[in-house]
């Protein structure tokens, strides 16, 4: 309809469709939606602030073909579409070089690691990606991770995405491409600093003396800052397809949509030259430390608990579950007790940002379903959640909130059922080591899901604490069990 279009602007930055593709300048791992929401449309506006057309994204895929395919046809531009209440804008992003799937074409990719015009790698590989045990944050030593290195050893494909980035990077030392910087954009705490240590217990595992050359060259050549990345980019729909298709009449198959916030804040700890992120609205500060604890703990773990108790009271997206009052509520008593354990980021209000970050999950037309931001607990409550209980209990403080966190995490894989009986999408990588563990005995399950470091698995008070919550949640229900937190 004529006026609903009135509402509705389609703006291109970088680049519009018949324009070159700009210059591979940053090789990017994982090439999800969330990938294309935020890095991808910092840099778009970067090269558009200042015409340098260097900065061109190589983007990998470790595994699935279908965005790569779709970037390919579409000349590797695709849409952002923002939804916010009623209105929709669409944006064209161009800041896409060229889309790689590392499975069929890891030559090419190698080569761009190997490529002296490309000084920046981005990752954003999901938590489970780093290979590293949720708690301890050590390298697995599983099967992956044996294969991987045995590939990067031989000089031959890696699978996994830090296997991908260790053997990219071997390949950039063979050619002598000079120095790079590494930049994790996952949810993970001190994600940079992580990385760089996972990174080089990987080369250390490598055989003969490429781990040693490896590993010197690291520390001679590569950076890895860390950052706090933020925009809630739910996983695109039909409906994303068909609005793309309206509103740019171009059928879009690597369409996106995501709330109009976006923020990225970058440890300033850089090898080289990079994008100009800051004239798209990056900061670029000294310690992102403390931008990222808040951050996780304040907004990751809030949509953690409303995802679980959201999902299991029946509701299925995260705006429908967040306008429920006893999970309002829980959440506010998750909150005090996050702010009472964290300092403030320099110029940061702690209440205020609480509060705006409810109101960007309140948002209905983001459509983000509870069993998305309930994937990977697992992988994810030890980031997010685990810490604010440990800060509580060192301060001799309850945390009944974060607590209650944990125990519906615990409902939703064990049950995989909501309250009122329907089935929910259960996907988790510990729930193959929870099968045949007794869920009463709560200590064993948590050891079992590896997902609360010894000295809680231990605490007998806390582990009935987490019990009492499980029992409850099954004979009352999540919103009972909630009500009860305010
Ligand atoms: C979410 C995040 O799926 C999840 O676990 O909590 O993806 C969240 O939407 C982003 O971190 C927001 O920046």
């Known amino acids: 309809m004529a006026a609903r279009r009135g509402d509705v602007t ?59 395919a779709a970037l390919r046809r579409q000349d590797g531009l695709y849409t952002v579409l923002e ?120 080369a250390a595992r490598l055989p003969g003396a490429l781990g040693p050359e490896l590993t010197a060259w690291l520390a001679a050549s590569a950076r890895f800052p860390s950052a706090m990345v933020d925009r809630i980019v739910p996983a695109s729909t039909p409906a994303d397809r068909a609005d793309a298709l309206r509103l ?37 500060v000294a310690d992102v430390g403390p931008h990222e604890t808040a951050k996780l703990r ?10 679980y108790l959201g999902a299991l009271a029946g509701h299925e997206t995260i705006a429908a579950a967040v306008a429920d009052p006893p999970i309002r509520a829980a959440v506010a008593a998750l909150h005090r007790d996050v702010l009472a354990t964290i300092e403030a980021p320099p110029g940061w209000d702690l209440p205020s940002y609480a509060a705006s970050v409810l109101e960007r999950f309140a948002n209905p037309a983001l459509g983000h379903r509870c069993d998305q931001v309930a994937a990977d607990g697992s992988q994810k409550l030890p980031v997010r959640v685990l810490p ?29 059922r909501s309250d009122d009986g329907r089935p929910l999408t259960v996907n988790d990588p510990a729930r193959d080591a929870l099968r045949g563990v007794l869920p009463s005995d709560v200590a064993r399950v948590l050891r079992a899901a590896a997902v609360a470091p010894e000295e809680l698995a231990a605490d007998a008070a806390w582990v009935a604490d987490v019990a009492r919550y499980l029992d409850e949640l099954a004979r009352h229900g999540a919103a009972a069990t909630a009500g009860e937190l305010s």
């Not at 210059?23 to 890095?39: C, D, Y």
């Not at 198959?253 to 990079?274: C, K, S």
């Open 388 to 416: 604010t209980i440990l800060a509580a209990r060192a301060a001799g403080r309850p945390s009944a909130a974060a607590t209650l966190v944990v125990a519906a995490w615990l409902r939703f894989v064990l049950a995989g």
């Open 10 to 68: 389609v703006t291109a930055l970088s680049r519009v469709p018949g324009e070159p593709a700009p210059r591979p300048g940053v090789v990017h791992l994982g090439v999800g939606a969330f990938h294309r929401a935020h890095q991808a449309v910092y840099t778009d506006r970067a090269m558009a602030a200042t015409g340098d057309p260097r900065w061109g994204i190589v983007e990998v895929a470790p595994r699935s073909a279908d965005v790569v």
């Open 248 to 284: 740019t009449g171009a059928a879009d198959d690597a369409v996106v949509a995501a709330e109009p916030f976006t923020q990225w804040v970058i440890e300033d700890d850089f090898a080289g030259e990079r994008p100009a992120w800051e004239l798209a609205g990056a900061e670029l």
């Open 83 to 202: 939804r916010s209440g009623g209105r929709v804008t669409a944006n064209v992003v161009g800041s896409v070089a060229e889309a790689w799937h590392a499975p069929s074409d890891w030559a090419a990719v190698a080569a761009r690691f190997a490529d002296p015009a490309v000084t920046v790698v981005t990752l954003t590989i999901t938590e489970k990606g780093y290979l590293a045990d949720p708690v301890t944050g050590a390298l697995l030593d599983d099967d992956a991770v044996r294969a991987d290195v045995a590939a990067v050893a031989a000089g031959e494909r890696p699978r996994t995405g830090l296997g991908l980035l260790v053997g990219g990077l071997r390949r950039r030392m063979a050619a002598g491409a000079g120095a790079v910087t590494v930049l994790s954009c996952d949810n993970l705490v001190g994600n940079g600093a992580r990385l760089g240590a996972l990174v080089g217990e990987f």
């Open 298 to 307: 304040v907004l990751n773990a809030a949509h953690s608990m409303i995802a």
